[in-house]
């Protein structure tokens, strides 16, 4: 999923800058034949539109994500109380479908119709994981992610079908309890990614571990820190074990003592692999 930001910096909503503090997030869809997140982007920058702003639209010729506010920026999207907790996304729609009446769609290309919706679910579900994520947001939990649609039964919102009439238009088998499952499922992923990639913490407390080193010319000191003489060797490049942490000047992470024997060194440069 790309995120690329096209704030629409001319809207009243962005002007006032109000901040919310996120609590949940309302997933929409535009509600008219327009698959062109760019379209809506023109529209909504302007300092006269007043109706309505969001967070963000999805392309869905792309699957891009338009962020057109900062998620903490008051939005206008649910005509209710929502706008004062919840992000607003909105999903464009196929250019192969036509609104008959109301809510009511044809597609004139089912297979295209599905596809387009398809790539918006997706880059929808991974934007929500994310946000989910940065804002500590349980996908399950009550109220927390929401559709248009079920904002209006929960009286946060005004009467609005979307996203749901489009999926089922269009025939595809989406809920939006299947869409807050699959949430929550790459939502999990994202954390197990997250704490793979956290650095490992060297302490003594963590000894003995192996780091590797970010400079092969790191000096090897006689004791933990610069004010200990240079014993002429450096690390060259490899695994080193260590097997006491100290801290001493010159290396805010600390100073490592080699298993070799042939003296310390500064954690700074080092990154521990195990
Ligand atoms: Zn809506």
Redesign the pocket.
């Known amino acids: 999923m790309k995120i690329k930001k096209s704030y629409v910096k001319n809207n009243p909503c962005y002007k006032e800058g109000k901040k919310i503090q996120v609590k949940g997030l309302m997933l ?2 535009v ?1 008219m034949a327009q698959p062109n997140a760019g379209n809506f982007i023109e529209t909504f920058n302007d300092s006269s539109y007043n109706r309505a702003c969001v967070h963000a639209f999805i392309d869905a010729n792309d699957g891009v994500v338009y962020q057109t506010l900062p998620w903490n920026y008051r939005g206008w ?1 649910s005509g209710g109380s929502a706008n004062n907790t919840h992000i607003g996304v ?1 999903m464009c729609e196929p250019a192969t479908i036509k609104y008959t009446s109301g809510t009511t769609i044809k597609c004139t290309d089912k297979e295209d119709a599905q596809k387009a919706v398809k790539r918006t679910y997706k880059s929808a579900v991974s934007l929500f994981a994310k946000l989910c994520l940065d804002y500590s947001l349980n996908p399950l939990g009550k109220g927390v992610i929401v559709s ?1 649609h079920e904002g209006y039964s929960k009286g946060i919102a005004t009467n ?1 079908a ?1 996203p749901e009439h489009l999926w089922s238009g269009v025939g595809v088998d989406y809920s939006m309890s299947k869409f807050r499952k699959a949430v929550k499922k790459k939502l999990d992923a994202l954390k197990e990614e997250k704490t793979k990639n956290a650095p490992k913490s060297m302490t003594n407390k963590d000894c003995p571990f192996v780091v590797t080193v970010t400079n092969p010319e790191l000096k090897i000191r006689t004791g933990a820190g610069t004010n200990y003489e240079y014993t002429g060797e450096n690390t060259g490049d490899g695994k080193f074990t260590i097997v006491e942490v100290k801290s001493g000047q010159g290396s805010e992470a600390g100073w490592g003592r080699l298993k070799s024997g042939a003296g310390w060194i500064g954690l700074c440069y080092c990154v521990r692999v195990e």
């Open positions: 929409h869809s509600g999207h909105e248009h609005h979307d």
